[in-house]
């Protein structure tokens, strides 16, 4: 039987141990309210992007003349995966799952014959993919100094990513992260970038052809392709963060009930151990007592 | 009076203005350009330079400085698509400055690529279009 001193010690570790769930759990709620209200802010700018090249990319797409970053370079042997995780653990198995799906993705290609980069943005991601995947990094973006994800950190990435693709180091470009669904649900997500792909809108929209373009449809549609990376990679990082914090916080939840239980099991055994000791000593009196 | 319209500008990471307007000063890629309600439907690109709100309801802002984006102009709707934009009023020196030399930085950077220097054009012409948002904004 374990003595009532060490239990105690236990009791108090454990109980310590909630406290600091406890009082993680809280902050990644906080912190999950500023994730999805920053994408919440950037849902206007995101959608109105995606209507108005959705609208061009089908009256422009299929000419000759068609950017490279919507019309492909024709081949896809070369992908390039950026795979954005955090740059923190103890958020339960946020990052694990987005590593399981762009292995899978991984494996997927190597069957087919492609060849695979990876590009990583967040540490954790790197840590797990580095074990079998190192051969493929190309590049890893470093966000842990960044305080407030902003548009600025969206656009290094996808200059990065785009500069590499003027200089053909790949012909597909995907982007892996976790889409926020709830606290206690994260839908990793695979998205294709580069092409661009959208949506085929139904058939009787009226928009695109209606519109005048200035200075001209392959020029708005030029300029505005590198922006739609950029926008596309700044809300993929924003529905990350919000899935960080949302997996965070339900895993600390989880923690600090299992500390609760914990803690309950132990009081029982401290409880029983600390009357075993009281009726040992009362029969050693009780039968002291009689033998005089 | 004229009829009003709704003006939308947006930016990455907020809404930074929705406000009912008569008419809409755009500084466009091909030259500025003035909406009112019941424009046209047009899309054109952005170059740096301020946005003028004409008859604006309430105390909203009525000037805005804007690095670029697209505007999207639809009968009873304006919308701007700015990468960076914030109203005239808090625009600084410093951040101008800033702007234009990252703007001549990449200037130079296109005058030393080899390609022919195909960008060179575009980005003097960014330096040009900043340094005359530099002196219209801080007058």
Redesign the interface.
Same mark, same amino acid.
């Given at each position: 039987m374990p003595n009532l001193k060490d239990l105690k010690n236990r009791i108090a570790s454990v109980k310590s141990t909630r406290k600091i769930t406890k009082a993680m759990q809280m902050v990644a709620a906080a912190k999950l309210r500023r994730a999805q209200d920053?994408a919440e802010?950037?849902r206007?700018?995101?959608e109105?992007?995606e209507a108005?090249m959705s609208g061009?990319a089908q009256s422009v797409g299929n000419s000759d003349g068609a950017p490279r970053l919507l019309a492909g370079t024709g081949k896809s042997d070369v992908h390039l995966l950026v795979v954005m995780t955090a740059e923190r653990g103890l958020c339960g198995g946020f990052n694990s799952t987005i590593v399981r799906k762009a292995r899978a993705q991984v494996e997927t290609l190597r069957a087919q014959g492609k060849t695979v980069k990876i590009l990583t943005v967040g540490k954790k991601g790197r840590e797990q993919l580095k074990r079998d995947h190192a051969d493929k990094f190309v590049g890893h973006v470093d966000l842990s100094d960044v305080k407030r994800l902003?548009?600025a950190d969206?656009?290094r990435i996808a200059s990065n990513v785009l500069g590499r693709f003027d200089a053909g180091e790949f012909d597909v470009a995907t982007i892996f992260f976790n889409r926020f669904q709830s606290v206690i649900s994260q839908i990793p997500t695979a998205t294709q970038i580069i092409p661009a792909q959208f949506d085929t809108p139904d058939a009787g929209q009226d928009?695109g052809s209606?519109?005048?373009?200035?200075?001209s449809e392959e020029?708005?549609l030029e300029?505005?392709l590198p922006?739609g990376v950029?926008?596309q990679i700044?809300t993929a990082l924003l529905e990350n963060a919000a899935s960080e914090q949302g997996a965070r916080m339900s895993a600390m939840d989880n923690a600090t009930r299992n500390a609760g239980d914990m803690i309950e099991r132990l009081t029982i055994e401290y409880n029983r151990s600390r009357q075993a000791v009281i009726t040992n000593e009362l029969i050693e009196i009780i039968s002291g007592a009689e033998a005089l | 009076m004229a009829t009003k319209m709704q003006f939308?500008l947006?930016?990455?990471?907020?809404?930074l203005a929705s406000v009912m307007v008569e008419a809409v000063q755009i500084p466009?890629?091909?030259g500025d350009m003035t909406a009112m309600a019941d424009h %046209?439907?047009?899309?054109? $690109?952005l170059r740096p330079g301020i946005v003028r709100l004409d008859g604006v309801e309430g105390a909203a802002e009525k000037a805005y400085f804007v690095t670029g984006?697209?505007a999207?102009v %639809?009968g009873p709707k304006v $919308?701007l698509?700015a990468?960076q934009a914030m109203p005239v009023s808090e625009v600084t020196a410093e951040i101008m400055d800033g702007l234009i030399a990252e703007a001549r930085a990449a200037q130079d950077k296109a005058r030393n690529a080899t390609d022919g220097g195909t960008g060179v054009d575009t980005a003097g012409k960014l330096v040009a279009d900043l340094e005359a948002a530099r002196a219209s904004t801080l007058g």
């Open positions: 920053a802010a950037a206007p700018y995101a109105k992007m108005v061009l902003g548009y969206a656009a928009s209606l519109y005048d373009y200035e200075p020029a708005v300029d505005l922006r950029a926008t700044f | 939308d947006v930016s990455p990471e907020r809404r466009g890629a091909d %046209a439907p047009l899309i054109t $690109t984006g697209f999207d %639809a $919308t698509l990468e």
